[in-house]
């Protein structure tokens, strides 16, 4: 307990205790190694996260040195020792970070590493090793497996439904451009904060919510964000805001989702602008708009 303690305290003024946290990782304590195993997720020189506690220290391992720490506790016998090493292979984000989670795969896993896992793998930072990489899949049996498995059973999979005759001809235009958009969990923000599409050009938004937390996304005017989240927050204030989804009326908001309820996810079909600019878009959950956002880029044709 104090030695957990000490890389906390450690790590919050600045400094890392990188011998001391390799010493944790393989006690006896599972508890202990799961804090320590969280410390995995910022390796030398990775400071910046969580973006609310910037300067916090690093955990004194190389990438080298944090990779191969991961890939045992990915192994590790227990769960929640397990779970740690899945979210701290999504904070690193490298392809290595993806090698070394293999072993989580290989253990039976509850409905909290099943879903531990399908945030990482789903992760913006994880996915892109693997999506679209037949090669990877193949070599990898177990993630493939658990790929297919987790999407049969995926609730949100689920929430998203079969499009009917409308929607199947709107993704048959051409030139359309799909954009996948995670709401981070525990984070209050959008795991992409910037896409780009052309002026005119058909979107297919598929927003997905595994937080705990309801959120919706709204896409406003050019110069509209504030105004509109602010509004946002006065619904807190609104006896029917909840029931309103907490989309505020302005006629500044250009397309919006429903507000999503954990593990469910919402498909938005529109026409991209066709006059060029930034069009913000935002959680319109009372508070949330300050930090959960990000930017529709639209170019000309």
């Known amino acids: 307990h104090h030695q957990v303690e000490a890389l906390w305290l450690a790590r919050s003024i600045g400094a890392s205790l990188p011998e001391l946290l390799l010493e944790v ?3 006896d304590s599972h508890h202990a190694r799961a804090a320590a195993t969280r410390s995995l997720r910022y390796p030398k020189g990775e400071t910046g996260r969580p973006l609310w506690q ?3 220290a690093d955990n004194g391992l190389s990438h080298e040195q944090t990779v ?3 890939a045992k506790r990915a192994a590790d016998e227990n769960g929640i020792v397990r779970i740690e090493a899945l979210n701290a292979a999504s904070y690193i984000g490298t392809r290595e970070a993806l090698d070394a989670i293999v072993g989580a795969f290989d253990h039976p896993m509850d409905k ?4 531990a896992a399908t945030c990482a793998l789903g992760s913006e930072t994880l996915s892109k090793h693997w999506k679209n990489d037949e090669a990877f899949l193949a070599s990898h049996p177990t993630i493939n497996t658990f790929l297919k498995t987790a999407k049969s059973v995926d609730p949100i999979e689920k929430s998203l439904g079969k499009p009917n005759r409308e929607e199947k001809e709107f993704d048959r235009q051409k030139g359309l451009t799909t ?4 709401c981070i969990p525990e984070r209050l923000l959008f795991d992409k904060t910037k896409f780009t599409v052309k002026a ?4 297919k938004l598929i927003l997905r919510n595994p937080d705990a937390t309801q959120h919706n996304l709204v896409i ?3 110069g509209a964000l504030e105004e509109v989240g602010l509004a946002g927050n006065e619904m807190a204030k609104d006896p029917s805001g909840l029931s309103k989804g907490f989309i505020p009326e302005s006629d500044k908001i250009l397309h ?3 507000l999503l309820n954990p593990e469910t996810g919402e498909i938005l079909r529109f026409k991209a602008p066709e006059k060029p600019g930034v069009y913000p878009y935002l959680c319109t959950f009372p508070g949330h708009w300050i930090v959960m956002k990000g930017e529709m880029i639209v170019e000309a044709k």
């Not at 954009?179 to 995670?182: E, G, N, S």
């Open 25 to 27: 990782l393989d006690c």
């Open 54 to 56: 910037a300067g916090l």
């Open 68 to 70: 191969s720490a991961l």
């Open 112 to 115: 909290h590493l099943q879903y």
């Open 179 to 182: 954009v996948d958009i995670l």
């Open 200 to 203: 005119g050009q058909p979107v």
């Open 220 to 222: 406003v005017e050019p």
């Open 256 to 258: 919006h989702t429903s």
